[in-house]
């Protein structure tokens, strides 16, 4: 096995163009399908923080009392998709409006009598975030009779989520395309650069090489440029995506938006299938190639 | 001794046909090559020499007949077991076959490493052809910027160091001056007095009348006379 890998880094440094075209090649095919998936990723995250924020304020009849309260808040708890429902008491939300407001808390001095009802502040389980399932919870909690007034501010979440649905459909379609057109760019190339090799090859097989000892050092070689671009790809999507990050944080979405970069593993995911591609462009390439 | 032969056959052909489509390049070809001959294969350019040699070591099949090396019926040869009959040869090409991005050492030490030889003794090996051949001191040097008569040296050596029981020679002597050509030619002698059976394509009627040995003679495919001169 040493031979092949001597024989793998040789050939790779005596061909250094070819090796180059292919190492690129490898390295494009992850940047372009790398930044996808970052878009993808950051704008799901986005989305998902969001949707987190998605909270359905129940106002309660001015003539419930306070002993009522806990069978009410059973009573919405109940209701499937409901995570949690935490009770405000008109007292606590006009202290809560008099310290949004700071300065011009002073105009709720005059106020005789506090004008704000009871009300339920009620979170939604994760799984049911979208636009359907909120509507079908607001329908139940509106037909309960204790309900004065009821307001969900992210309607549009909802529509919102339907699109990035949507979104995310197309970009699996389109990431998978592009997976597979990287994947046979690759092989391409490979084959390029192993029919310019033919005569190698062939006299490698004149003078009595197994297949196995001609195939191994292209493998090995394969690999070697998987890794390779796989990694360059990685390292210059990073620094574009470090580049870019700054940029848009130090602009106009200064505190909203923290995006962020594959994790580790995924990183090796990466390389892995670069690795893999170029273990397959080598094979693909010998399939076609003829058997002296 | 040159014309030493022994009554066992190495090579036979029976019957040998080979077509391409409509054209026949060989035609009926019945040949024995003995144990340790030198043989020559003569003929016009175009006449089947370069096809014939093919045939023996599977460069090309046959369309009709069977030929048998060592003992190995080719017809019935497995593809696994074809690199193990190549390596009973030791092919010389007309256009020397060197790998250009491998050095001289390199292209010679491939038949050793191909066959599995373990890498000290290989080195001994090849320090040894390269210096019977006279390229020892080149072993660090890329095929393109040797010489026709050099590469035709490497390409002798290449064919040698496997000791293989076969030598064949496809026009070793064609692009070559006559001093290069003599030297070469020497060289297979050399090689054929270890034991070595040569089977020289030419039609270099000097080369053939210099080594006095048995010539058969090919024309539009067919195999025409056998001599020993």
């Known amino acids: 096995m040493i031979i092949f890998f001597r024989r793998a880094v040789q050939d790779i440094l005596r061909n250094k163009i070819l090796n180059v075209i292919t190492v690129i090649t490898i390295a494009l095919s992850i940047i372009i399908i790398g930044s996808f998936a970052i878009f993808i990723i950051n704008t799901n995250d986005i989305l998902d923080s969001w949707k987190q924020c998605a909270r359905i304020m129940v106002y309660l009849r001015p003539d419930i009392s306070k002993n009522e309260i806990p069978g009410i808040k059973q009573k919405i708890i109940g209701i499937y998709g409901v995570k949690s429902a935490r009770f405000i008491a008109k007292d606590e939300a006009l202290s809560l409006l008099r310290n949004k407001m700071k300065r011009q808390a002073a105009i709720l001095d005059n106020l005789r009598k506090n004008p704000l009802p009871d009300a339920f502040e009620i979170e939604m389980t994760p799984s049911c975030t979208d636009k359907r399932k909120i509507e079908s919870i607001v329908t139940m909690i509106e037909s309960l009779p204790f309900v004065d007034d009821l307001e969900y501010g992210q309607k549009w979440i909802g529509q919102f989520a339907d699109i990035m649905r949507l979104f995310r459909l197309a970009g699996f379609a389109v990431g998978g395309l592009f997976f597979i057109a990287s994947v046979f760019i690759v092989a391409n190339t490979m084959r390029l650069v192993l029919y310019s090799r033919r005569e190698e090859v062939e006299i490698m097989r004149l003078v009595g090489a197994t297949e196995r000892f001609i195939k191994i050092p292209f493998f090995i070689e394969g690999i070697i440029q998987g890794i390779l671009g796989g990694i360059t790809g990685v390292v210059v999507l990073y620094i574009a995506f470090v580049f870019i990050s700054s940029n848009l944080s130090q602009g106009i979405l200064t505190g909203f938006l923290s995006l962020r970069f594959f994790h580790f593993k995924v990183l090796c995911s990466i390389i892995l299938c670069s690795m893999f591609v170029g273990w397959l462009g080598c094979f693909l390439s010998f399939i076609n190639f003829k058997k002296i | ?229």
């Open chain 2, 1 to 229: 001794m040159i014309n030493g032969r022994s009554e066992m056959s190495i090579i036979r052909m029976f019957h040998v046909y080979r077509y391409y489509g409509k054209k026949k390049a060989l035609i009926d070809i019945n040949l024995d090559v003995y144990k340790n001959e030198v043989l020559f294969l003569s003929g016009p350019s175009g006449a089947g020499k370069t096809t014939l040699l093919k045939l023996l070591y599977l460069g090309e099949s046959v369309s009709e007949g069977q030929v048998i090396v060592d003992g190995i019926n080719l017809s019935r040869i497995s593809f696994k077991r074809i690199p193990a009959l190549r390596r009973k040869f030791g092919i010389i090409f007309q256009d020397y076959k060197l790998i250009r991005t491998k050095t001289v050492f390199e292209n010679v030490a491939l038949v050793l490493e191909a066959a599995g030889r373990k890498s000290r003794l290989l080195e001994k090996k090849v320090n040894s052809v390269l210096r019977i051949v006279g390229m020892e001191d080149k072993r660090d040097l890329f095929p393109p910027s040797l010489s026709g008569g050099e590469q035709q040296r490497v390409a002798v050596a290449r064919a040698v160091v496997g000791d293989p029981k076969i030598i064949l020679a496809d026009e070793p002597t064609g692009s070559l001056d006559s001093e290069s050509a003599g030297i070469v030619f020497d060289l297979l002698k050399r090689f054929h007095t270890r034991g070595a059976t040569v089977i020289i394509a030419t039609h270099d009627k000097h080369l053939i009348t210099q080594a006095g040995a048995r010539v058969v003679y090919l024309n539009n495919g067919y195999l025409q006379t056998h001599t020993n001169i």
